[in-house]
């Protein structure tokens, strides 16, 4: 089914089946029919079947539904938004924040702290940097915005912590220089699609 | 039919009795503790999830910790609530539940070991009390039951407990008059209310059970007995979606946990009697035993299969199903089995 099917809010026009119910009885002798049919029809027997067949299902064709949480974990999807994380470069292991302030301006909820300074090379230095989770909605502009798919959403949901400010500064965010091998390029909103190389044009240079 | 099971086993004494007692408390009071273990764990499978699994193994020991839990929770009575009769209503859906089982046969007859001080040579019956009217008292019993959830409902000021007393009300009295009615065909074809002359009629087999001579009282008592036992599509008493917790609503901690342990007594209760009365009850010898646990045991699992099936039905769907539908032909059975036995 399409979704214009859904979309389709025009009462009548739709493609509705209509189940065939047959008609409600009214006299007596009907009724006391529709009672007698109904009774040994074994419905109630499919309803036990349905469940047996379930727990069956469930204890010997290994499709228990139960995650035991905190022991095992679902895979989350590349796009889901959690705590945010801060890539660094694969080559050099600098940060790759180049100080735009770009998240700071879009984040809807002013969540987003930052400061910057000339740092001895004459580049862009963070001096700053915190995100005031009491206050992000998680929305996934500061993400989407950055021009170096520095400031990202990560993976990490289980954000119970005794301080508020336990996820919040930089340093936090940032992945650790020992873990560079494993950082994980981000997939999310912002990132570049998969068929990127496809959709690239040449630069007309006859202007 | 005389009862001849008395004159060739050992005297049954006062001390054998009292032993029966403790143990017939003991044992199913841990059962109907064990039995929302299973509950739980049955329900669960049959939703596909794994039920309760951090307490021991498997969740084995949730019993304990369910039983913690409710032992030293504070016993709280609410302001309103006439307090006599709102702490005695638990003790009597209990009390009546192993009032019934005393006239039940639970477990195999046997004889405490010579070698066991004071008690040595003491015979401990199946029955506690081997009444020759012995389903007329636990039907009785059972029926007296119903007051439990009445009073309790009425005492605790609570319009939620009104609502499921009431409920109480008509659901135990209309189908107390189908259960009598669905077994009074067995008990015209055996001709006694002993659950022993029971067995006995029934000891040739699979062929002499009573089921197949009997098979509309069986659905009709099976009915009544959900209905009786307060099982699933006859839960409204306590119905969560409708009235909260119905006639419990105010109730915690051990009072709570009483009409809970009633409740289970109730469910073994009928199952042992649907086992003796219709599907042949126990033989003889230790494996004999086996046969009605597995009876008993299958009649319990059902009621656990049909509450993860069934729905819930309305209060007066009930009523209409009782009344107009069940009664009607239970009647029709009993006339019907009078002239066959007349002809």
Redesign the interface.
């Known amino acids: 089914m399409g979704l214009e099917q859904f979309k389709n809010r025009n009462v009548g026009t739709q493609n509705y089946k209509t189940l065939d119910l047959g008609k409600t009885p009214t006299r007596g002798l009907d009724k006391f029919k529709q ?1 007698v049919n109904r009774t040994f029809k074994g419905e ?1 027997f499919v ?2 079947w ?3 067949r ?2 069956i ?3 010997f064709r290994g ?4 995650v ?1 949480y905190p022991f095992e974990k679902l895979p989350i999807s590349p796009r889901y938004r959690a705590i945010h994380d801060m890539l660094r470069l694969l080559e050099s292991g600098h940060y790759r924040c180049i100080g735009c302030g770009l998240c700071e301006k879009i984040c809807i909820s002013n969540c987003i702290t930052m400061d910057t300074r000339y740092d001895e090379n004459q580049r862009k230095e963070v001096s700053e940097y915190t995100i005031n989770f009491g206050r992000c909605i998680f929305c996934g502009y500061c993400a989407e915005v950055c021009p170096e798919l520095a400031i990202v959403h990560g993976p990490r949901y289980e954000n119970a912590s005794e301080q508020r400010a336990s996820f919040s500064l930089f340093e936090d965010m940032l992945t650790p220089i020992d873990k560079l091998n494993l950082q994980q390029e981000y997939e999310g909103f912002g990132a570049v699609s998969p068929n990127a190389d496809d959709n690239i044009k040449q630069t007309p240079l006859a202007y | 039919m005389e009862t001849t099971l008395v004159e060739n086993l050992p005297e049954v004494t006062a001390v054998g009795v009292l032993i029966k007692a403790i143990i017939i408390l003991a044992v199913i009071s841990a059962i109907a503790g064990f039995g929302t273990y299973i509950e739980r764990k049955v329900l669960a499978f049959m939703q596909r999830r794994l039920g309760p699994m951090h307490v021991g193994p498997y969740g084995l020991l949730q019993l304990a910790a369910d039983g913690i839990k409710l032992f030293t929770k504070e016993d709280i009575v609410p302001q309103n609530a006439n307090k006599f009769i709102f702490m005695i209503a638990p003790i009597i859906t209990a009390a009546t539940a192993f009032i019934a089982l005393a006239a039940v046969p639970v477990f195999p007859d046997f004889t405490i070991p010579e070698f066991i001080p004071l008690l040595g040579g003491t015979f401990v019956p199946s029955i506690a009390a081997d009444l020759n009217i012995g389903i007329l008292f636990v039907l009785g019993m059972m029926a007296s039951g119903l007051y439990g959830p009445l009073l309790a409902g009425m005492s605790q000021a609570n319009k939620w407990g009104i609502i499921g007393a009431a409920r109480t009300a008509v659901q135990f009295l209309s189908y107390e008059v189908v259960t009598g009615l669905s077994i009074l065909a067995p008990i015209m074809i055996v001709g006694s209310l002993s659950f022993v002359d029971f067995n006995n009629a029934q000891s040739e087999g699979i062929g002499s059970w009573l089921i197949w001579q009997q098979p509309v009282a069986f659905v009709l008592f099976l009915i009544a007995g959900f209905a009786e036992t307060n099982r699933t599509p006859f839960d409204l008493l306590e119905h969560e979606a409708e009235v909260v917790s119905g006639y419990a609503t105010e109730y915690s901690g051990m009072r709570w946990g009483m009409f809970f342990i009633g409740e289970y007594a109730n469910m073994i209760t009928i199952s042992i009697i649907a086992a003796i009365v219709f599907l042949g009850g126990y033989s003889e010898g230790t494996l004999g035993w086996l046969t009605i646990v597995l009876k008993v045991g299958f009649f319990f699992l059902l009621m656990l299969w049909v509450r993860a099936s069934w729905p819930h039905i309305r209060p007066d769907q009930l009523m209409w199903l009782c009344w107009k539908v069940l009664m009607p032909i239970a009647v029709i059975n009993v006339v019907i089995t009078g002239i066959v036995m007349m002809v």
């Open positions: 009672v109630l309803g036990l349905v469940t047996l379930e727990m299902n469930a204890l499709e228990m539904h139960t035991k």
